[in-house]
């Protein structure tokens, strides 16, 4: 009953479509500050924000002030979280010290002074400090109306920035070189990019905290990029997941109010992500695992159809004995009877007694499948100085990827040497 | 100097490029020292020369992506910055992430973006220009296909159509022959051929000493310094090559048979 209760509390509506909101507009945004490699600069800005927490705080008391007034501390965190990003371009200019250790440098060196100055607040005032360590952890419960207003108005402001930019971050991310050619500031982008990621990371603090604000960044869009190939359609998506998961996030803990906010909201987003990695329809494990059955399938169904063209071209009968073909290509009985019966479901193989023949569309598909094969094979012969790398042998048919002109000749050389049979002697076997 | 003789035509606003008392330096070390070059329009110009002689580094120097020590760099008689949208670039293909979630078409309408101006979105006229420019690399059919799905040589004429669309006078290429099928090096050249016909230029960093003579009309040798400029004919000799290539054995076989062939 309790849990109805507070889900029809005022406070709780508040929190659940503050966070809501707040993982819309990181999903959108951090789509593109994965696509520029900057995930784990947006972790050190987030963790450069604590100095600027405790700083504004003492500077607020000092001035007689109550120190824990939310926009001092946000203001403060903002300025903090952007020095710290500045900080990292300056080690990373003017040493020779590589991004990875600048980025460990910054967020360390930060984070330790920020931890450092909340000791002594803690020592030196009368629990009025109290409550300064949520924004590490983050602390949902205590948002007000007034805190959901300001990260619904930052969201909406950085999904429109970013909508409007939408192009230009795009160049930005996939060729930042050819983006400055065409004219665009390059570097005043990425400062515009980090700055709405900085804005994020700080309106997030109250409800996620500086140690897991980073996840409502990543992992919305690393989940999104499993379902598509499609920027924009990714970017919606990642969306509509870090809005889904916060939300529901904040419900759950609400409901359950020894959970924080920010631990469920980022254990929520990690199911989505594991539903992602393995069910995605782009990249997903499962797709990828019957892609893989499906190439096996097919290059075992072209080996058997090839073994079965070739040695019926050396006997001169279309039926081929079965320990023929077994001992053509090492198959073990049973491999090479899975695939005989799925070839004969297909109606390409029949069987009569214990020889094997092609049926008439089997011969035709298998006549392709040979010349196709004999024209890459004499085309890496004779081309051999360029060409492994680039060819896909299975995957493209020989005229998709060489032209006409160059076909005619390896044919013309195939026929020369009576090779429109094989181009190889037998014993060389074939590779895959 | 063999020879060409060292021109000094002052930045004429005939030249597609024309760069003068050009430094370039990474860290502490020239990479690129004193580089005088007048490239005629309408031609096909190779860059030779061996790794680490800074051929890349002449274009991007050129075009303001690393910063120069020293030295001017004019496109028809006006600084770079103020004749952008006379210029493409063709980067090497190595140097973006091809696992980037966009289609082929999508990356050639990248070629317009600069046209297209600050919030404006991609229209159907965009993406009719960057099919066209597709099409004409014989790429018409793979517009839909996500960028990782080509092969390497594929991914090459996506890069050349997007250059294409930009429709630029002056087009600068680094390596687009590197690493391509024979299929795709053919219509490179097929496409070179048409861009001189347009009485465009085109500025090729390229290393394939075999094919240079056949290929274009004009050589910058380069090493580190500019060893010969002019036109195929004149520059392309033993003695240029020994001195970009320095006098390594086994660059001398490669050398003497390039040489023969380009006399064929």
Redesign the interface.
Known sequence: MTSLISLADYNTKVVVLGVLALGTSCGFIGSFMLLRKRALMADTVSHSTLPGIAMAFLLMVAGGQDGKWLPGLLLGALLSGLAGMGAVIAVQRWTRIKEDAALGIVLSVFFGLGVSLLGIIQKMSSGSAAGLESFIYGKTASMLAADAILIAAVGAFSLLLCGALFKEFTLLCFDPDFATSQGLPVLLLDVALMSLVVLLTVIGLQAVGLILVIALLIIPPASARFWTDNLSVMAFLAAAFGGVAGGVGALLSAMAPKWPAGAVIVLANSLLFTLSFTFGTTRGLVVRWKERRTLNRKIARQHLMRALFELGEETGSDLVPWDRVSAERSWSQQALRREVERAKSQGLVEESGSNLSLTESGMTKAARVVRNHRLWETYLITHADIAPSHVDRDADMVEHILDKALIAELEALLQAEHHLPSPHPRDEGVSP | MSGAPAQHLEHSVLSPLSIHDMTVAYQRKPVLWDIDLDLPPGKLVGILGPNGAGKSTLI?AS???IPRASGRVHIFGKPYKEQ??L?A?V?QRE???WD????AL??VT??L??K?G?????GKKEKALAQEALERVGMGEYSAR?I?QL???QQQRVFLA?ALVQDAPVTFMDEPFA?????T??AIVALLESLREAGKTVVVVHHDLQTMAEYFDHLVMLNMRVVAAGPTEEVFNEENLRKTYGGRLTMLDTVADALRRSKE
């Open positions: 991007k075009l303001d992506l952008r949208h210029v670039y980067p140097s973006v992430d980037f979630p966009v289609s999508d990356v990248m070629g973006y600069g297209l600050w919030f404006r979105r991609v996500q990782r092969s390497g040589g997007r690493g391509v099928d024979a299929a090096e053919k």
